[in-house]
């Protein structure tokens, strides 16, 4: 997490004085459930909010206060006790620190999925308004990186859009997962602490109860929602590599928009670089890293060990700051993206008919040739056209063999164009629902 | 994978026999539908399956024609018009390659995830009923490592068993992930294919429709499987790790069986070492390393290239064998684990009564010590018994300060260890349902 | 590892027969050592040499006798005194299993790493003999994919052999990290064997000593050994992928071989797809991937645990054999490498002589316009280039504030292809050394 | 990187001040050369330095350019600009962005891996005093965490030693990996550029030349680098998980420093945790977790892509930081390490005699019993000692089948400690040098 790539929303989320204040949160609901169970006296539960509620919390002096203790909560509930007075020896009466910053954590981690799943809203919607525009612009569709058969630029917008529709799914899945909170005392017992207190926490913080917890709240949740973010963050690269591609010199189908005074290159002013694409495509790896240590920190020793904090106090942030940004930044890309329909045309024509092959391979079959036969008839008039060696309808009308099965205007309605685009509505019903 | 550490159950899913299987039953149910449309004779569709529905497919033929035409599914059908007859050149009409092997792929993962839901359910069961053996077995709970306060040894089973349902949830759901079947045709756009066909061999197979693909089915839900299967892994290690914890010499409250004849070390002949459970971690990593390979492989080019492909040939298999070996194996870790309660009594014991610190700290605050003041009371009577300077009990009747709060029944009345005890029937309840 | 992905030199180093040829050999070697110090009969180390060398060990009976003692090294040492008989007792004194699987591991991975670095010889050799090939055929060179300057396609291959040339000294240092040999008994103190022993069996086995074991060797070197496969697999992607973009469609500067009789697409019969290069990306992949756990491996608890064993018996044949096929594959893409000259000069014309566009730049600093004021004229020339409107040079001469600057001579001369390759023999001299 | 885990010294090298003063050396070293060979005037080289030189350049005045230029290295060119005068427009000539940014980049972890080293240098001192100290200090060694056979702390620390100055060997080669320069202008030919300027520079900067770029240094160098820091991280996490071992409660053979007025719990006032070694087995995680993204940067698109920047803008500063912040606590944990040679030989004393067991196998086959027989008495004898049943010396010395081989004294003889430290010397001779 870095400045150039974070937005303020999300950095916030990660901020001393918000934590402070969902520790302050926290501490006070537990303190309202204690006092309705009569653990603590309902005044002292009132005096913590009255006294603290709204309060900036001093971050200098709890990290003065930690500086002694080495102990971050105990730090905060001393500032605490400096603010609210002798009933805060009331607060945190049966909590352990874990029960504190586990459900903090998953506060923070469900506030920064709830903006995800709205930055992938936004991603959804410019994929979707430009797809409709697009729906049948034509363009070559490529495997390997080679000319295949011809598809629309709103069907590869459709395609991402699907898949984002899966990453949104996905990460509202993982919200869930870590959407809980577990105030169960030392090694998660509740021993000394009533469980009515962790179910109102639950509820007053929107989470809901941890079912089992060992004073920490499991790791394989937040493992899967690390994960999550990695299969988001590969979806993004896929979206951002297609742009790449498209923009290359030779095939400039689609550029960045690039705006007035910007440079593409400090050495050679006639450059226009997809400088935002690539950008995502490096964000994506970060995101994508942080996977492998959010997997290493679910097998904790017994009851807890403290090895995740310190990889959590890092990548907490990292991951989410930085698919936020990047999430943000695909969908400018997506909203302002220049697109060349005249390009995709021009390249769409470049093999001479060649991607038409797969409809005379069908051609031949159905007229009596074997599968095998019409292959080879198909390929030995493709390969002189790689060659520049002629033109693919002229020389399958020469070619003697070919003409035993398809007449000169059975080989010429092969080469039809509208062909491949009859079922675009039925995909695109299928991706975004009946019109 | 490696036949050391496979099971035949899944390592048949891999078979080339299972996969030509698969392959055969996609292409003839394609048929049934292009015939059914009108594409195709209906005769060519039943051709299909009288001549080759049982027929064990000569798995040497079809490499032998692989080595000629390079192409894999192309030497399949080859050798299937081998022997159907002429009829063969109606099978594949319209399809491409990815058609079959995109689907076939989701076929294996699916019976893949299968056999790892049916491990997880025999895991499940091994923990539960050991985990109500043990519901009352006292045991040190630890953090850090350290004598944090008693749970049970069921507690410990319960967590297990409450992170195994959470991994069973999302083996299932990664399953929904990818039982997806795509017959679009090249690049998918269904221009030589009805999408019928695709329904029919959808419903024919067990699987749902893709609602779009490129040639390919999108790889963000494969990256989402393997994905899955590593925070599965993960949990498995940790259940490991507190088992390799549990059987360590100074501990040993807890030990692997150890049959008549097997030998810890060819060195040492007192050895009984936990050598199943770190197995199991070394086939975590293992199957925790596929994960950052599968994420690489959803940024696929354009519409497709085949970059996935040599990868998923390894992993698909690595990935599934592995997990689902150690997922067995740890079950039966788990229906045999030899458990010492006498141990855990004597483990619990060990710190002269210290791990009841907490109860001392709280009883103080609620007769009106300040926290900051109790807890220095209590710590400064608990170090000296780290350092063998005493009985904390004793130290705490002879301090003048805490006299001063609490008399020496009330100090007694701490180191009751039932008090720990008396949630164990709601975490119970929360884990494995009401009785 | 799988056939497909495998080459016999490098399955025969993992196959068991070898492993058991190794532990034999360092069993024998040991036992000389000790017969020559004196513990053991000279007679018993001669027997075990006239008894067991050269025989082919019986694979079936070892597997049968570890399936009851649940011990690799027991089972065979078993199987070694059912040929060599009574002397047998003598084999193994002292030593711990440890000592020959740990020693054994890495004489294989030595063996691996030697099989490896020929592949790269292959791979230097193949680029080199291409480089001179075409050390002066123009190519654009590009950045971010949008056309830079004009480079010449032997640079592209220069560039590959400097990257390859480091691959195989990071090799060389990888095979000296694991070449290491520890014959120090159970944990390592050589309390029951004589440091003797290891410097001998270690020289015998072409084998630096291990300054200290704990039992295990150290797995920080298989770390570094693996990482170090990861990055050579990481260059390999780069030059597939390098080769994967000239074979576009669009701009097809080179292309794989492709064979007689071979088939791009089962259902487009004119595809000629980069399908090994894309295989290579892949395989990359899973190279890479094995150095996660690699990493994982080192933190042994104490003086040993066993968690590395499970993962390494895969990682170990899976990462070698993967690489050591990917790299004899790469090879034979470089050598068999069809190359377009043609295309080339197409694709450097493509943009209207835009890529001159730092050398008007230059020019135009060079006569007193300022960076700033050079770098706007050079770029609203270019900018209607890209729109398609207009020739650069012509553009150029046009301008009124250009040509303050600049005559219509000097414009064209920034437009000489030459004057780009004047560094060419420098570079290849520092690549390839002097001719 | 976040404040919490970071020293100054390292952080510094990161901050955007340092960076442009690198820069301004390279841009003014290079202006020095272009002077030198006649390319610009040898006042204006003269003037930038005379201008520039220990300024401190104005921070958000540059960012306010970027956000124009949205190119970093132009406006800290035009910046410069405003500082130097018109002579600044002869700063630059030839060169392209990424010869300012790579060099930049290398000097910087160049710079990073000096502090690196000398953090190795404190841990190896550190190791070094405590092993001495130590030396003879009996300890139970531990293979999968039973007890083995007896070894010395010195040994142990020794073992880490020989670790560690592995790691620093591999620092040593990491960072003559990325000290190389690169000014060769875009796309790496020297068009514009003489390579002269390249060895100016690079001398002047403490690099050398890069023989072969294309216009960005070949990223594999950077990958190596990481994968380097990742295996350091991994030792280090060996380390950090020996001393969470050997404080643990059953165990407390050694204890991190606890200082006055710290605290272990919030909830629990007896705990000492180890939570130094906790968070170095985090950061490790987290340090580790970069290698995977440094291997993805490698295979940039063909002369260069800009994917790599965002990542390693991240991952630079995130893994030498953290990297650097770990190895100083690893320090400072071991300088201070609380050592318990009494738990050492109560732990040692433990299992009454078993550890012996091999020397009783030894003994038995050297009189004459065949190794499964010696193997099995031993065994039988040892398995009651687990159960509590009895003193293996007892139970041995009443086997009437061991009384065949072994008289009372000769088992006695088998139980001696210093047996096992007989070659302590020479180990200690091997990891430190002769004394």
Same mark, same amino acid.
């Given at each position: 997490m870095i400045p150039r790539y974070s937005r303020p929303e999300m950095t916030a989320i990660w901020e001393p004085q918000t934590r402070f204040q969902i520790w302050f949160e926290i501490e006070a609901h537990a303190a309202d459930a204690l006092a309705e169970i009569g653990t603590i006296p309902k005044d002292a539960a009132k005096k913590v909010w009255e006294k603290a509620k709204g309060v900036t919390f001093n971050v200098e002096r709890i990290d003065e206060i930690e500086r002694e203790t080495k102990h971050d909560v105990i730090a905060f509930l001393t500032h605490l006790a400096e603010i609210v007075g002798p009933e805060a020896r009331f607060v945190h009466q049966g909590m352990t620190s874990s029960d504190v910053l586990d459900t903090c954590l998953n506060v923070q981690l469900t506030r920064a999925a709830d903006l995800l799943i709205a930055d992938l809203d936004r991603v959804l919607a410019a994929l979707k308004t430009r797809a409709f525009e697009h729906k049948l612009t034509p363009v070559i569709g490529r495997s390997h990186g080679i000319h295949a058969e011809p598809v629309t630029f709103g069907l590869k917008l459709a395609y991402a859009y699907a898949e984002f529709t899966r990453a949104r799914a996905r990460l509202v899945a993982a919200r869930a997962e870590v959407a809980t909170c577990a105030i169960s005392g030392a090694v998660g017992t509740f021993a000394q602490i009533d469980p009515r207190v962790e179910a109102h926490v639950a509820k007053a913080m929107g989470l809901t109860v941890? !079912? /089992?917890?060992? %004073?920490? /709240? !499991?790791r394989d949740r937040h493992a899967m929602f690390f994960a999550t973010l990695g299969v988001v963050a590969a979806s993004m690269e896929r979206l951002a590599i297609e742009i790449r591609h498209m923009q290359r010199t030779e095939v400039l189908e689609a550029e960045e928009f690039f705006s007035q005074g %910007?440079?593409?290159s400090s050495a050679m002013p006639h450059k226009r670089n997809p400088v935002l694409t690539e950008n995502l495509t490096g964000l994506s790896r970060m995101v994508r890293a942080y996977v492998t240590p959010a997997l290493e920190n679910?097998? $904790?020793w017994h009851e807890r060990d403290i090895s995740h904090s310190s990889a959590e106090r890092m990548m907490g942030p990292d991951a989410t700051v930085t698919l936020d940004f990047a999430l943000n930044r695909l969908a400018g890309v997506i909203e302002k993206l220049l697109v060349y329909p005249e390009n995709m045309q021009k390249n769409l024509d470049r093999l001479g008919g060649l991607v038409h092959s797969q409809r005379l391979l069908l051609a031949l079959t159905q007229k009596g040739a074997s599968r095998e036969d019409a292959y080879k008839l198909v390929q030995r008039n493709a390969m002189p056209v790689w060659r520049g060696e002629g033109d693919f309808q002229s020389l399958l009308k020469k070619d003697e063999d070919v003409k035993k099965y398809l007449s000169d205007k059975e080989i010429e309605e %092969?080469?039809? $164009?509208?062909y491949h685009f009859k079922h675009v509505d039925t995909i695109f019903n299928r991706v975004f629902g009946a019109a």
């Open positions: 941890e !079912p /089992i917890s060992t %004073q920490v /709240i !499991p %910007q440079k593409g679910v097998a $904790l %092969q080469f039809d $164009l509208a």
